[in-house]
């Protein structure tokens, strides 16, 4: 890579090192185990010996990742613990000089697997950054990233910026590399791979949406597939869930709002004075439960029972759409609770820990036909996202059924822009009440869960996570009451 605003030709080429992130530090122990520490936390790395050792001082400004392919035993060492910190989401990778200087770029890993690759660029491709790609500033550094991409790129000259921006045009390589700062083939490629910049194929012009290789991206809003990725887990690297990050900034904002100023009308004195009806009285009795009795747990006929009660398919039809008379034919389904323009696009999959008659696995629920379908997942995967949903609700062990809410987004993009995402977590909302309130009817309990993790999920069902994706999660199962002295949340 050239320095930016020079454009001479290039006798060594940037390299691309692999490097601790700055929060971690490792320890080399005198039995050869190696100790990565972290934010308060610890993790074993394993045993190395000696000539490995004595290269964890270099991890800290980075190790070229060339280096490590030849064929000496220590490197082949290094290479399996920059691999294991690399799964962890311990490493960076700057994009540079071989030997100091400036970082051109740093790359830092959004999923567990990353890792670098140059795709190819010949000079007759031609390439455009993604409409997905965002150039942002974040603290005082200015990062380029898309929900679709692997890894975010620090970038550390503003000019490198300015030259990619060109890119929101289509550009000739054999044109693109004569501009004045280009970027250099190694940036570009890794981009490439990220899906931050793509090749446009024979026919395409003008690079805009449909150009972008996967037809179902066209459905897509750039505000709603960020939207996706950066809050939720599996797609991105920034710290999420409770972590009371403003809690040194501000006060927390009381539970009830204080009174607006004026006189008020008290509707105590004019509520009806009978009996609360049975759907009040359910309201009422409705709460989180986090905890379940594994001596007994929830039969596969009351599951079945639920899951009728809750989200069954009732009717299926088919209308105009309302584009006119051009428009095609729309199918609809109707269930148990409301949805946006009655796309009924959430899909329920099921992993199951402990349900009396039904195995331990992962299913689908087949809304229309009311069956269960078995899916092939890892015994690995299954476990994680058992124990992350009793981690998410500080459970004192694993929800008997996780019920993983997913959502066919193209059902809804299709019709609405702007508000697709948005609709989709509104049905989310009113399905989890319809959950709580089926669970509180049958005396089982129920929890809402805040947390999905999309990469796992896309792993396990075989599906693109912008396809379809996890929107919502319920634990549920036979509860244990709180105690008297227990919290009540939600």
């Keep these: 890579m050239p320095a930016p605003g020079k454009n001479k030709a290039r006798t060594t080429p940037p390299v691309i090192a692999a490097r601790l992130s700055e929060h971690v530090t490792l320890e080399g122990q005198a039995d050869g185990n190696v100790v990565a520490r972290f934010e308060g936390f610890a993790q074993g790395l394993g045993k190395f010996s000696?000539?490995?050792?004595?290269?964890?001082?270099?991890?800290?400004?980075?190790?070229?990742?060339a280096s490590f392919s030849r064929g000496r035993a220590a490197d082949k060492e290094i290479n399996l613990l920059v691999q294991r910190?690399?799964?962890?989401?311990?490493?960076?990778?700057?994009?540079?000089?071989?030997?100091?200087?400036?970082?051109?770029?740093?790359?830092?890993?959004?999923?567990?697997d990353y890792w670098p690759q140059i795709s190819k660029i010949g000079n007759t491709d031609t390439i455009a950054l993604s409409r997905f790609a965002?150039?942002?500033?974040?603290?005082?550094?200015?990062?380029?990233?898309?929900?679709?991409?692997?890894?975010?790129?620090?970038?550390?000259?503003?000019?490198?910026?300015?030259?990619?921006?060109?890119?929101?045009?289509?550009?000739?390589?054999?044109?693109?590399?004569?501009?004045?700062?280009?970027?250099?083939?190694?940036?570009?490629?890794?981009?490439?791979d990220c899906q931050i910049l793509f090749k446009l194929r024979e026919g395409d012009s003008d690079g805009l949406r449909p150009s972008e290789g996967d037809p179902n991206l066209v459905l897509w809003d750039f505000h709603d597939l960020l939207f996706h990725t950066h809050s939720t887990e599996g797609r991105q690297a920034n710290p999420l869930g409770g972590l009371y990050s403003y809690s040194d900034l501000m006060a927390p904002l009381p539970a009830v709002r204080s009174p607006w100023p004026g006189r008020a009308?008290?509707?105590?004195?004019?509520?009806?004075?009978?009996?609360?009806?049975?759907?009040a009285a359910l309201l009422d009795e409705r709460h989180s439960i986090r905890d379940f009795d594994d001596q007994h747990p929830i039969t596969l006929a009351e599951l079945a029972t639920l899951l009728q009660t809750a989200a069954r398919v009732r009717a299926k039809w088919t209308a105009p759409s309302d584009m006119g008379e051009e428009g095609p034919e729309v199918s609809y389904a109707s269930r148990p609770y409301p949805s946006g323009g009655a796309a009924?696009?959430?899909?329920?999959?099921?992993?199951?820990?402990?349900?009396?008659?039904?195995?331990?696995?992962?299913?689908?629920y087949d809304a229309d036909r009311h069956a269960l379908t078995p899916i092939e997942v890892s015994p690995q995967d299954l476990d994680a996202q058992l124990s992350d949903a009793e981690f998410a609700i500080g459970a004192?062990?694993?929800?008997?059924?996780?019920?993983?809410?997913?959502?066919?987004?193209?059902?809804v993009s299709w019709k609405y822009s702007s508000v697709a995402y948005s609709l989709i977590l509104k049905d989310v909302g009113v399905l989890t009440q319809t959950l709580y309130l089926a669970a509180t009817d049958m005396r089982l309990g129920g929890c809402a869960i805040g947390?999905?993790?999309?990469?796992?999920?896309?792993?396990?069902?075989?599906?693109?996570?912008?396809?379809?994706?996890?929107?919502?999660?319920?634990?549920?199962?036979?509860?244990?009451?709180?105690?008297p002295d227990d919290p009540e949340f939600g």
């Design 265 to 279: 009308i008290d509707l105590n004195s004019v509520a009806a004075a009978s009996a609360p009806s049975p759907f």
């Design 50 to 65: 000696a000539p490995a050792l004595k290269c964890l001082g270099e991890l800290r400004t980075g190790l070229p990742l």
């Design 396 to 411: 004192s062990g694993l929800p008997q059924v996780l019920i993983v809410v997913a959502a066919r987004f193209g059902r």
């Design 451 to 483: 947390t999905n993790n999309i990469d796992r999920f896309a792993r396990m069902t075989g599906l693109e996570f912008f396809v379809e994706g996890p929107v919502g999660q319920f634990a549920l199962g036979r509860g244990i009451p709180p105690g």
């Design 134 to 192: 965002c150039l942002r500033r974040r603290g005082k550094e200015m990062v380029l990233e898309s929900p679709r991409a692997a890894a975010l790129f620090r970038i550390a000259d503003p000019r490198i910026a300015a030259v990619l921006a060109a890119l929101s045009q289509p550009q000739k390589i054999s044109r693109y590399r004569k501009e004045r700062g280009f970027p250099g083939l190694e940036l570009l490629g890794l981009l490439l």
């Design 344 to 364: 009924y696009e959430l899909e329920l999959y099921l992993a199951v820990d402990k349900c009396e008659g039904l195995a331990r696995g992962f299913y689908h």
């Design 85 to 112: 910190l690399a799964r962890s989401g311990l490493l960076e990778f700057r994009l540079g000089p071989a030997r100091g200087g400036q970082d051109h770029v740093v790359i830092e890993p959004q999923i567990a």
